[in-house]
């Protein structure tokens, strides 16, 4: 006399739960390096943004030799960014906006800075 076959419905659900899991975590990862990619970005855009600015007030004041936005362009590309903007303003203050020449998944890293003659 033979037994008829045990079924078991449940076999290997651990590995797919185990897979499952697995996914979830490696997901979870990648979204959190491009959060932390894109927080690097915008502070490098932010400290381009600042330089520029400082180094385009200094040219305004004549502290320093050159055309304040051609300065500040030199100084952002030095810090791998591009100049968008730059106004000069009253009481020899000088508004830069830059942009970050290198491209992430999740857009482009820009920044913004003001800066004039200390008060």
Do not use: Y
């Not at 033979?2 to 419905?9: E, I």
């Not at 970005?41 to 320093?64: E, H, K, N, Q, Y």
């Not at 030199?74 to 290198?102: F, N, Q, W």
Request: net charge positive; glycine share 10%.
């Amino acid at each position: 006399m033979r037994k008829a076959p045990v079924s078991h419905p449940e076999r290997g659900s651990g590995t797919v739960l185990a897979a499952g899991l697995a996914m979830v975590v490696m997901i979870a990862m990648a979204l959190l390096l491009l959060l932390a990619q894109s927080a690097v970005m915008a502070s490098r855009a932010a400290a381009a943004a600042d330089l520029a600015a400082l180094a385009a007030a200094d040219a305004l004041r004549g502290v320093t030799t050159g055309e304040p936005c051609v300065v500040a362009g030199e100084v952002a590309a030095r810090h791998a960014a591009r100049l968008l903007s730059c106004e000069e303003g009253p009481g020899h203050t000088v508004e830069i906006r830059t942009e970050m020449t290198t491209r992430m998944v999740v857009g482009t890293a820009t920044g913004r800075a003001r800066a004039g003659p200390p008060a």
